[in-house]
């Protein structure tokens, strides 16, 4: 059984640390926005995937910060149900969501992708100017620029 909780309490958000550092390596520039709103789907359970939205003014649009599935529980398509589930809550709030992902693997851009996201833009050298040190993809290629995936509401 899949069930999906909003997390408000930061004590609570950042007993999912280690999750989050998995889906982002800098504590730092993961406090920065851990302060949005946290979702946790549970399998059975058992905490087996997070995300974390936060409202980007300069945008006008929400953003999906941080997303992330343990390691026991990933290629069961449970990402994609937290994505959708995200974004039917956020559909009668604003215009749109975004989202920003490495562009050295095409897997995350095609489950945006399927998700109703299209992609947006390309930020030059994201990683290099904002991580102090290399972000390196389990295929061994070193994270430089982010894409941006759009979807209007």
Same mark, same amino acid.
């Given at each position: &059984?899949?069930?999906? $909780? *909003?997390?408000t /309490? &930061? *004590? $609570?958000?950042?007993s999912f %640390? /280690?999750?989050?550092? /998995? =889906?982002d #390596?800098s504590?730092? &520039?993961?406090? +920065?926005?851990?302060?949005?709103?946290?979702?946790v789907? !549970?399998? /059975? +359970?058992?905490p =087996?995937?997070? @995300?974390?939205? !936060? !409202? %980007?003014?300069d945008?006008?649009?929400?953003?999906?910060k941080?997303?992330?599935?343990?390691?026991?529980?990933? %290629?069961?398509?449970?990402? %994609?149900k937290?994505?959708?589930?995200?974004?039917? *809550?956020y559909?009668p709030l604003?215009?749109?969501?975004?989202?920003?992902? =490495?562009?050295?693997?095409?897997a995350?851009? @095609?489950?945006?992708e399927?998700?109703?996201?299209?992609?947006?833009f390309?930020?030059?050298n994201?990683f290099?100017?904002?991580?102090?040190? #290399?972000?390196?993809?389990?295929?061994g290629? *070193?994270?430089?620029?982010?894409? !941006?995936?759009k $979807?209007e509401f």
């Amino acid at each position: &059984m899949i069930t999906i $909780q *909003q997390i408000t /309490d &930061m *004590q $609570q958000k950042q007993s999912f %640390r /280690d999750l989050l550092l /998995d =889906a982002d #390596p800098s504590w730092e &520039m993961v406090s +920065g926005y851990l302060n949005g709103d946290m979702y946790v789907l !549970y399998r /059975d +359970g058992i905490p =087996a995937a997070e @995300a974390v939205v !936060y !409202y %980007r003014e300069d945008l006008g649009l929400y953003e999906l910060k941080n997303i992330s599935v343990c390691s026991d529980f990933r %290629r069961r398509g449970l990402a %994609r149900k937290l994505i959708l589930y995200i974004l039917d *809550q956020y559909r009668p709030l604003a215009k749109g969501m975004c989202v920003g992902t =490495a562009t050295v693997s095409d897997a995350p851009i @095609a489950l945006y992708e399927s998700c109703g996201f299209t992609r947006w833009f390309v930020w030059e050298n994201f990683f290099t100017e904002f991580y102090p040190e #290399p972000l390196i993809e389990d295929n061994g290629e *070193q994270c430089i620029d982010m894409i !941006y995936l759009k $979807q209007e509401f």
